[in-house]
């Protein structure tokens, strides 16, 4: 089978999966009573209006790591070098034990600094395999070689980006598109890297993810939960370290390449900063719950909940087109362009939005 059906088969296996899944758990959960009420939410954050089942990231899991294992069992996955080998384990272990710890989350409701403490050592262990940053670029400087460094800011780059995507997670819809969109762009320039494996796994979140929004997007009928957060966020994190910054040493563009994922991936990495200094200017916990997100801006500016969600779609696909021009693709810049006219449309009409309600 030629290397690109491998890829389109892991999309579409991951998308059949979760749309056959994920009504089956959405019943088992109502059955079981394993919802999110929006009737316990102290701090008023939360959207929805009645009580929703928050396990759909079992089906994007379940999706994804299907995919995965009939695409390994047709040998899509080719002939690994031993180290490659270690590093696509240590990506899709890494995913499943982040799983795990969202799961836990959703059923029996850890407390921050467990989940924190969990997450490191999962971050850890994915780095002592390969899942690593080696390298830091300077602007108008060569790559600078990070040697034992390397450690805490994998993990701080792993650990952050589950968090972050666990984070956006507040309207229907919008973390399962913007990881969906993120997931494809990730795609493609795996691809163009010769990352063929890391290409596959982001093929199958795409999939599945992309497919969890026939039961997510507004209104929803299903949540994903952290358990689907957290997997979504970390496998992101892990295709970005090993298919696109692993590559920077020996790439034509290898600045550009480090940075590649960091700009794919920037609508949620600024959201959380942006948050995090916020609540640590006023001596606030970074992890308290609040409303500072970009998308409880815009609702608060009047924009509508779709509107909102599908100009952060925009927004996410637009980072993904200047990643796309930077990474010198045939026709990147071209899709830049596109995206930059789409955001442009979609943020008039959110302007006149905000703009009809506050006259």
């Given at each position: 089978?030629?290397?690109?059906?491998?890829?389109?088969?892991?999309?579409?296996?991951?998308?059949?999966?979760?749309?056959?899944?994920?009504?089956?758990?959405?019943?088992?959960?109502?059955?079981?009573?394993?919802?999110?009420?929006?009737?316990?939410?102290?701090?008023?954050?939360?959207?929805?209006?009645?009580?929703?089942?928050?396990?759909?990231?079992?089906?994007?899991?379940?999706?994804?790591?299907?995919?995965?294992?009939?695409?390994?069992?047709?040998?899509?996955?080719?002939?690994?070098?031993?180290?490659?080998?270690?590093?696509?384990?240590?990506?899709?272990?890494?995913?499943?034990?982040?799983?795990?710890?969202?799961?836990?989350?959703?059923?029996?409701?850890?407390?921050?600094?467990?989940?924190?403490?969990?997450?490191?050592?999962?971050?850890?262990?994915?780095?002592?395999?390969?899942?690593?940053?080696?390298?830091?670029?300077?602007?108008?400087?060569?790559?600078?070689?990070?040697?034992?460094?390397?450690?805490?800011?994998?993990?701080?780059?792993?650990?952050?980006?589950?968090?972050?995507?666990?984070?956006?997670?507040?309207l229907d819809g919008l973390a399962a598109g913007g990881c969906g969109i993120s997931a494809v762009v990730m795609m493609v320039l795996t691809l163009f890297m010769g990352q063929t494996a890391a290409a596959l796994i982001a093929a199958a979140l795409a999939g599945a993810a992309l497919g969890f929004l026939r039961y997510n997007f507004n209104p929803a009928q299903i949540f994903m939960g952290d358990g689907g957060a957290y997997f979504m966020g970390f496998t992101l994190a892990g295709v970005g370290a090993v298919g696109l910054v692993k590559v920077a040493a020996v790439a034509t563009v290898a600045v550009t390449a480090v940075l590649l994922p960091f700009v794919v991936l920037a609508v949620p990495i600024v959201?959380?900063?942006?948050?995090?200094?916020?609540?640590?200017?006023?001596?606030?916990?970074?992890?308290?719950?609040?409303?500072?997100?970009?998308?409880?801006?815009?609702?608060?500016?009047?924009?509508?909940?779709?509107?909102?969600?599908?100009?952060?779609?925009?927004?996410?696909?637009?980072?993904?087109?200047?990643?796309?021009?930077?990474?010198?693709?045939?026709?990147?810049?071209?899709?830049?362009?596109?995206?930059?006219?789409?955001?442009?449309?979609?943020?008039?009409?959110?302007?006149?939005?905000?703009?009809?309600?506050?006259?």
């Amino acid at each position: 089978m030629p290397g690109e059906l491998y890829h389109l088969a892991a999309f579409f296996i991951a998308l059949a999966v979760v749309w056959w899944s994920t009504p089956i758990i959405n019943r088992f959960g109502r059955k079981q009573g394993l919802v999110d009420n929006p009737k316990n939410d102290e701090n008023n954050r939360k959207m929805h209006q009645r009580p929703m089942v928050r396990l759909g990231g079992v089906s994007i899991f379940a999706g994804t790591i299907t995919a995965l294992l009939l695409v390994w069992v047709f040998g899509g996955f080719g002939w690994l070098p031993p180290n490659k080998e270690w590093e696509i384990w240590g990506v899709t272990l890494g995913g499943v034990a982040f799983f795990l710890i969202g799961l836990a989350d959703d059923l029996y409701n850890l407390s921050p600094m467990r989940r924190l403490i969990l997450q490191t050592v999962v971050a850890s262990c994915a780095w002592g395999v390969g899942v690593r940053i080696d390298f830091l670029s300077v602007p108008f400087a060569d790559l600078i070689q990070l040697g034992w460094f390397s450690l805490p800011i994998t993990v701080i780059w792993l650990v952050g980006m589950a968090n972050a995507i666990n984070w956006i997670d507040g309207l229907d819809g919008l973390a399962a598109g913007g990881c969906g969109i993120s997931a494809v762009v990730m795609m493609v320039l795996t691809l163009f890297m010769g990352q063929t494996a890391a290409a596959l796994i982001a093929a199958a979140l795409a999939g599945a993810a992309l497919g969890f929004l026939r039961y997510n997007f507004n209104p929803a009928q299903i949540f994903m939960g952290d358990g689907g957060a957290y997997f979504m966020g970390f496998t992101l994190a892990g295709v970005g370290a090993v298919g696109l910054v692993k590559v920077a040493a020996v790439a034509t563009v290898a600045v550009t390449a480090v940075l590649l994922p960091f700009v794919v991936l920037a609508v949620p990495i600024v959201d959380m900063s942006a948050v995090i200094i916020s609540r640590l200017s006023q001596g606030k916990s970074p992890f308290s719950a609040d409303k500072r997100h970009l998308h409880h801006r815009l609702i608060q500016a009047g924009i509508s909940h779709r509107l909102t969600v599908l100009f952060i779609y925009a927004l996410t696909l637009w980072v993904g087109s200047i990643a796309l021009g930077l990474s010198n693709i045939p026709s990147g810049w071209g899709f830049a362009i596109g995206a930059t006219i789409l955001l442009g449309s979609v943020g008039w009409q959110a302007w006149r939005k905000s703009r009809k309600i506050r006259n």
